[in-house]
T-cell receptor
């Protein structure tokens, strides 16, 4: 079975550019989570969706960050404009309906803003 | 200026030894706990979970122990192998069935297995 699929795996771009990260959750999973991981802060939850609806975006660092989930099989995380401090590994995870279920992670997008 | 990063706990063991990784969780209302393994360049991988109505659960070479009295979780790995070298995270679910699966993660422990 396919796991969570993220693209691109690596992205290098100059500051000021728009960055779009993509995620395809596991089919049938109702919750989708976006995380950021850095050496400084560890793993941080940015935003999560349930049934395509954003539930909690309190972890989104600034208005430069936005996320959408237009349908059950696709989500995007956009940074516009990007800054060097946005450099991190961004993970997407999904889980089945209801609590008490493990989240399953993609292999992340390593983002470098020059 | 000097950059300061997270100082993760580390555990070094010899191949074949048993490993115990510990985690103190924050919320006495948490009712679901998970251990993840993260290898370099990969996302966290689910290892084993436990609900708060249990105090022990066993998997293949792994055992999770839960002590709700002191809010402590541990992961035991039997006959540790070099392939077990990774960062291990504990995570807790505070909201139960209404939380939509939101997890709070610990900082992680680096496990290094020497051949």
């Amino acid at each position: 079975d396919a796991g969570v699929i993220q693209s691109p795996r690596h992205e290098v771009t100059e500051m000021g550019q728009e960055v779009t990260l993509r995620c395809k959750p596991i089919s049938g999973h109702n919750s989708l989570f976006w995380y950021r991981q850095t050496m400084m802060r560890g793993l941080e939850l940015l935003i999560y969706f349930n049934n395509n609806v954003p539930i909690d975006d309190s972890g989104m660092p600034e208005d430069r960050f936005s996320a959408k989930m237009p349908n059950a099989s696709f989500s995007t995380l956009k940074i516009q404009p990007s800054e060097p401090r946005d450099s991190a590994v961004y993970f997407c995870a999904s889980s089945p309906q209801g609590g008490n279920q493990p989240q399953h992670f993609g292999d992340g997008t390593r983002l470098s803003i020059l | 200026g000097e950059s300061v990063g997270l100082h993760l706990p580390t555990l070094s063991v010899q191949e074949g030894d048993n490993s115990i990784i510990n985690c103190a969780y924050s919320n006495s209302a948490s009712d679901y706990f998970i251990w993840y393994k993260q290898e370099s360049g990969k996302g966290p991988q689910f290892i084993i979970d436990i609900r708060s109505n249990m105090d022990k659960r066993q998997g293949q070479r792994v055992t999770v122990l839960l002590n709700k009295t002191v809010k402590h979780l541990s992961l035991q790995i039997a006959a540790t192998q070099p392939g077990d070298s990774a960062v291990y995270f504990c995570a807790e679910n505070i909201g139960g069935g209404t939380s939509y699966g939101k997890l709070t993660f610990g900082q992680g422990t680096i496990l290094t297995v020497h051949p």
